[in-house]
């Protein structure tokens, strides 16, 4: 599993409950707050200190709109003609986006920021709750392979430049102080309601230190008479994997209980709300090797009773997939994975009363005669959940002749199953392929992707630590993720 995961690569620290062991960066550097803040966090020293001579004629406050596809540095001037006047167009229902820049040459003791009325010429209103913003923080970051082609393989932390770099936007803290010779960029977003009059609106952007208003920034957002529907119902196929594993470690509460599903809902909601269109479900103990920082585990509780046969509990897999539904991601479920990195298989034996594992891959008896229980079991339940039609048998980067082996085992349990794998492109494989997503670097003929899409099979691409351009990572330019959607 490279897929990507958006987080800092050398010194990442978060955000999570108050905790009295102080937290440390990857590195081992103590952060000087607790372990897992909640509200709001302390951001890492900027290895690049301000250069005095450069913030020698900023001797006030300055305001300006921005540009969305920059990120601006902490401590350096930010390289912008300013402007106070900017201007969005987007249909009902779209999302319009805007970034204001805050330098200064002194110290801001309360800086916050609030929005105006939009009113169109009319009198038609954009209501206040159609309006969300946020400071953007910083984290550390790093830097691509010394090659310059991505980012995979063991990396020493001390053979690559820190960086600290704007990337998530906090919309929980209301304000904040800010030193003299420090930049700080502001995000604001409109969710143009879908039930609005098409027109143009316009209405401000209000920057202040405390009750002293420090600048004005004009917005002016033309809606159009189009609509966009909500993004359940979007054809983007959106899949980006969720961990509720580090949920649960961060918020420091029980796996499944009702206190880790209220810290996840916010965060599925916004995943949803993004067009979210696929459940990440796991069969298997760390399908990925725990690769991650908190591995992934087994949704499914697999037992061998004392006789041999085989027993399946699917209640945590039922419990997450019903919310998941519940925040609006409903579309397809992926079940990873037959295939795991590590090709062994964690089991509860009624017999010793253990835990036990069992190491066997396509193409032994043993692989067979377990999964196939598995996948009987597994189907029986999906159908009478009413899950069967949307869920698919999910593999991560296997090779072809294993994949071959493993979809002989997935149809002699049930024909009907759906398959998807993330990989290299197999001309062998790919009709046996409900859901086939190759890396974005390769190639996939295009009579094949418009046959596919009169089968209505998904066919679609992901990025890895692979690929430098383009990339989500921490230290990639915003218009890559923009440029990929």
């Not at 937290?23 to 005095?52: H, I, M, N, R, W």
């Not at 969300?132 to 691509?144: P, S």
């Not at 046969?309 to 925040?327: L, Q």
Request: proline share 6%.
């Amino acid at each position: 599993m490279k897929r990507l995961t958006i987080f800092s690569l050398t010194c990442l620290f978060s955000v999570g409950a108050v905790f009295a062991q102080q937290g440390v960066t990857q590195c081992g550097v103590p952060t000087g707050q607790p372990k897992f803040p909640l509200l709001t966090y302390q951001e890492l020293p900027d290895p690049t200190a301000p250069s005095d001579k450069e913030w020698a004629a900023v001797t006030s406050t300055q305001v300006s709109w921005g540009t969305t596809d920059t990120r601006y540095a902490k401590h350096q001037l930010p390289q912008l003609k300013k402007q106070q006047t900017v201007s969005l167009k987007g249909w009902r229902g779209e999302r319009v986006n805007a970034q204001a820049v805050v330098w200064t040459g002194v110290e801001l003791k309360d800086l916050n920021f609030s929005f105006g009325d939009f009113k169109d010429k009319k009198g038609n209103v954009l209501p206040k709750d159609a309006f969300t913003g946020g400071f953007v923080r910083y984290v550390m970051t790093d830097e691509l392979n010394k090659d310059g082609r991505g980012a995979c393989g063991h990396r020493k932390s001390i053979d690559y430049d820190s960086l600290l770099v704007a990337d998530p936007i906090d919309t929980n803290l209301k304000t904040m102080a800010l030193p003299a010779h420090t930049v700080q960029p502001v995000w604001v977003q409109c969710w143009i309601p879908q039930s609005a009059t098409p027109g143009t609106y316009q209405g401000e952007l209000l920057i202040n230190d405390g009750s002293r208003l420090l600048q004005r920034l004009n917005l002016e957002i033309t809606v159009s008479s189009r609509e966009l529907p909500q993004p359940s119902e979007w054809a983007y196929h959106l899949d980006l994997w969720q961990s509720p594993y580090a949920v649960a470690r961060y918020y420091q509460v029980p796996l499944w209980s009702q206190e880790h599903f209220d810290a996840m809902r916010p965060l599925m909601k916004m995943l949803a709300d993004a067009g979210q269109k696929i459940i990440t479900a796991t069969l298997t103990h760390k399908p990925w090797n725990g690769q991650t920082e908190d591995y992934f585990d087994t949704m499914v509780t697999w037992m061998k009773r004392a006789d041999g046969t085989w027993a399946f509990d699917y209640t945590i897999f039922d419990r997450w997939v019903e919310f998941m539904m519940s925040v609006g991601i409903d579309k397809q479920i992926n079940c990873y994975s037959m295939v795991p990195w590590e090709l062994s298989f964690q089991y509860y034996d009624q017999a010793t009363n253990s835990l036990q594992f069992v190491k066997t891959a396509p193409g032994d008896a043993a692989y067979e005669e377990m999964w196939g229980a598995m996948l009987a079991s597994f189907s029986k339940h999906l159908k009478e959940k009413g899950w069967f039609d949307i869920c698919a048998i999910a593999m991560d980067e296997r090779p072809m002749e294993v994949m071959q082996k493993t979809l002989k085992v997935i149809r002699k349990a049930d024909p009907d199953f759906k398959v998807s794998l993330a990989g290299n492109y197999h001309e062998e494989i790919e009709p046996d392929l409900y859901d086939y997503c190759i890396v974005i670097g390769q190639n996939f003929p295009e009579e094949v992707r418009l046959r596919r899409v009169a089968e209505n099979k998904r066919t679609n691409y992901y990025t890895c630590c692979t690929e430098a351009h383009p990339n989500t990572f921490t230290f990639s330019d915003p218009a890559e993720a923009a440029w990929m959607s």
